[in-house]
């Protein structure tokens, strides 16, 4: 949120009653159910014989997301990877968001325990000396299984708010660079697409319960079962997080100190020691996805209880965030003809900012077809999104449409090179201006082993509630004749990016790979919300801060190595980004008149990236050490200051042990470090903490 913006919230504040944390009553009814299902259970499943896995190539890998359609990752025409819920499970990750800190070119900070922001190349804190929102990622696209997950009130994602636990998902998928031309709007650093479970072909049930420090409990269950030619996966998890502390960061003190030492504390923090209190329930019914008519439905519940950063307050950080949403998404595909529809609706709100309450709906619906030609896919297609917000901030029902029009062409003129040109027109209603993406791309493949390629790509960020709608006029009620005014603008500019890449993947052999890839991102048609001068209108002095186009322009040029090599007992996996910011027109203050300077940005580390080494000695045993490593930068924000992360390497360690094909268990120890210090702005502080597992497993 824009720190302006909040400031003129601070001032409508009231009480607001927090909720009760019915974990306990969640966590005993999921024993319950395990306890059902373990004495229902048939005792042959303890006696099949394990799977034990082995190395595959990086041709053996799939990805759907790169080009719509499965294809071979090493063939893949843009820098993007694939991580896969056995590498999840052998890492010891608790979360999504952790679970990207596996992925090469993606910055993972740490807020509090298991809350987590995340940045596909950085770009965190451009421009610097804004508000709280130049430190979230609204540049990046999130999608489960093709259903966009985003917060459109004022841009970004809410992690929390996902309503998969870790064990329901499949893999993910990650792009990284400009991806609007195939997925839409706020793809501008890239998607994360995360692909979930679904039923197989025998009856099948599951229970995962995680205990560790910071009082942290999880239990997730899954049951499958084959209907006729139906297939159903019911799902449902509790995550139950505390802090790493109990105390805040004051900005007044510039230290941190008790709760009490703080305004508001009762209905604003009515539980200092909560981290998170997350809960979701999942349905999926499909049939063979090989079928010439294929259908995949599903149904989503999550009610999220969280503290992160997300008002810029002047006071502390953390926010207390209250998320309750469901959604529906259904896919069908006849043929080459992909048809798809979701609708989301809930609430969300802030504790103790009342006018940051508000009701959302979601729709979205897409259609594309795909034409195969001896040289050529041609796939057209159209999508259609309604967003609507209802909140007093935004002065009510608000509402934002798009159409999109898309064309994707395929050629290929040798058996060795393809091009492919993606073309997309974003039809908005506010603003009334279109915006056109497109993506030129081109692989070559020099030999078996050697993939080269090269792309052009342009993306843009959809409008938001809080940017286009709010319009707040706010006399003090200690002084009449002052009054604060808060103006959007639903003309405004989007945010562009273009994206120029060069990349190349070489496999040594079957079990030894490099990708290498070079990037450049240029953006622009940057807005802030800008004090101006104070004005007499006759009665009253007007101070009025309104959303203004800022002349900024930020580069970004870097290069990412990501090298695997595999062995039949152990693996080693090494990635590292190293890039530089620059930002032309950055501000001194965001209040008029602006005055401007070139400078390089230090709000992304200038090398960032990571290590996983997994050893399985014995078939039963698995070890896997990650780490993670981030340079030095610096977060500025106004009128909050400044705060400066040393260079530092955290590292997890997960030991895990299949004691049949229905028991296994890990424990892991997180977050060793040698700086264990806050990650964020002013965020707790991060601490080593542990985990022990078991997963119990019955089917046919």
């Given at each position: 949120m824009n720190n302006n913006v909040a400031q003129k919230a601070s001032a409508i504040i009231i009480l607001q009653n927090g909720r009760s944390r019915p974990v306990m009553r969640y966590l005993n009814w999921l024993l319950f159910s395990c306890t059902t299902f373990l004495?229902?259970?048939s005792g042959n499943a303890f006696s099949?014989?394990?799977?034990?896995?082995?190395s595959e190539d990086i041709s053996d890998i799939s990805t759907v997301t790169s080009s719509k359609r499965e294809e071979d990752l090493f063939k893949s025409p843009l820098s993007n990877s694939v991580i896969t819920a056995e590498e999840i499970k052998r890492a010891g990750i608790l979360s999504v968001p952790e679970a990207l800190k596996l992925v090469p070119g993606v910055i993972v900070r740490e807020q509090t325990n298991g809350q987590f922001e995340v940045h596909i190349r950085g770009l965190s804190n451009v421009p610097t000396g804004?508000?709280?929102?130049?430190?979230?990622?609204?540049?990046?696209?999130?999608m489960i299984d093709n259903r966009t997950v985003y917060n459109y009130f004022d841009g970004g994602l809410f992690w929390e708010t996902l309503p998969v636990g870790i064990d329901d998902i499949s893999r993910i998928e990650v792009i990284r660079g400009a991806a609007s031309a195939l997925y839409g709007p706020n793809a501008v650093n890239g998607v994360v697409h995360i692909i979930t479970k679904r039923a197989q072909d025998k009856s099948k049930v599951s229970v995962n319960l995680t205990g560790g420090s910071q009082n942290t409990q999880m239990a997730h269950i899954a049951a499958e079962q084959p209907v006729g030619d139906a297939r159903i996966r019911l799902s449902g998890f509790v995550n139950q997080r505390d802090r790493y502390q109990s105390?805040?960061?004051?900005?007044?003190?510039?230290?941190y100190v008790p709760v009490d030492q703080l305004q508001r504390t009762n209905s604003r923090f009515p539980d200092p020691d909560q981290a998170q209190d997350l809960r979701a329930v999942n349905i999926a019914i499909n049939n063979d996805p090989l079928s010439l008519l294929a259908y995949d439905f599903s149904y989503n519940h999550q009610d999220s209880r969280v503290q992160k950063v997300h008002l810029g307050s002047r006071a502390t950080p953390l926010t207390f965030n209250d998320s309750k949403t469901d959604a529906i998404n259904a896919k069908v595909?006849?043929?080459?003809?992909?048809?798809?529809?979701?609708?989301?609706w809930g609430e969300q709100k802030t504790l103790d900012y009342p006018d940051f309450t508000y009701d959302l709906t979601l729709s979205q619906a897409a259609m594309e077809y795909q034409y195969r030609l001896p040289k050529w896919i041609i796939r057209p297609g159209i999508s259609y999104e309604n967003i609507t917000y209802d909140g007093a901030f935004i002065g009510g029902e608000q509402s934002i449409q798009d159409i999109g029009y898309l064309l994707r062409t395929e050629y290929f003129p040798a058996t060795d090179y393809r091009l492919i040109?993606?073309?997309?027109?974003?039809?908005?209603d506010i603003p009334s201006e279109n915006y056109f993406s497109y993506q030129v791309l081109?692989?070559?493949?020099a030999r078996h082993d050697t993939l080269l390629r090269a792309a052009v790509q342009t993306a843009n960020r959809s409008p938001f509630m809080l940017d286009s709608f709010v319009d707040l006029k706010y006399t003090l009620p200690s002084d009449p004749s002052i009054r604060l005014d808060v103006l959007g603008d639903q003309e405004a500019d989007l945010l562009t990016t273009t994206t120029f890449e060069i990349g190349l993947r070489h496999q040594f052999n079957f079990n030894n790979w490099l990708d290498l890839e070079l990037f450049r991102s240029e953006l622009s048609n940057y807005t802030e919300f800008v004090d101006n001068a104070t004005e007499f209108n006759g009665s009253q002095y007007v101070t009025t801060t309104q959303l203004e186009p800022l002349p900024i322009k930020a580069q970004q040029t870097g290069i990412t190595a990501n090298w695997h090599y595999e062995e039949l007992e152990w693996d080693i996996n090494l990635f590292m980004t190293a890039q530089n910011t620059h930002v032309d027109n950055q501000y001194v203050d965001s209040s008029y008149p602006l005055v401007l300077f070139d400078t390089n940005n230090k709000g992304t580390p200038n090398y960032y990236g990571g290590a996983v080494f997994n050893w399985h000695p014995m078939p039963r045993w698995n070890l896997n050490v990650n780490a993670y490593y981030m340079s030095s930068h610096t977060f500025i924000l106004k009128p909050q200051g400044s705060k400066h992360f040393s260079s530092a390497v955290y590292a997890n360690i997960a030991l895990s042990h299949t004691f049949s094909k229905a028991i296994d268990g890990f424990v892991t120890v997180k977050n060793l470090s040698n700086k264990n210090e806050s990650q964020y702005f002013h965020t707790d502080k991060i601490e080593p903490m542990f985990a022990v597992g078991i997963n119990l497993k019955w089917s046919e």
């Open positions: 004495l229902g259970a099949d014989d394990l799977f034990y896995g082995v804004g508000g709280a929102d130049t430190l979230s990622n609204r540049l990046t696209l999130v105390t805040y960061y004051s900005y007044s003190q510039e230290q595909r006849y043929g080459d003809l992909e048809l798809r529809a979701s609708h989301e040109v993606a073309l997309r027109l974003d039809d908005y081109g692989t070559y493949q």
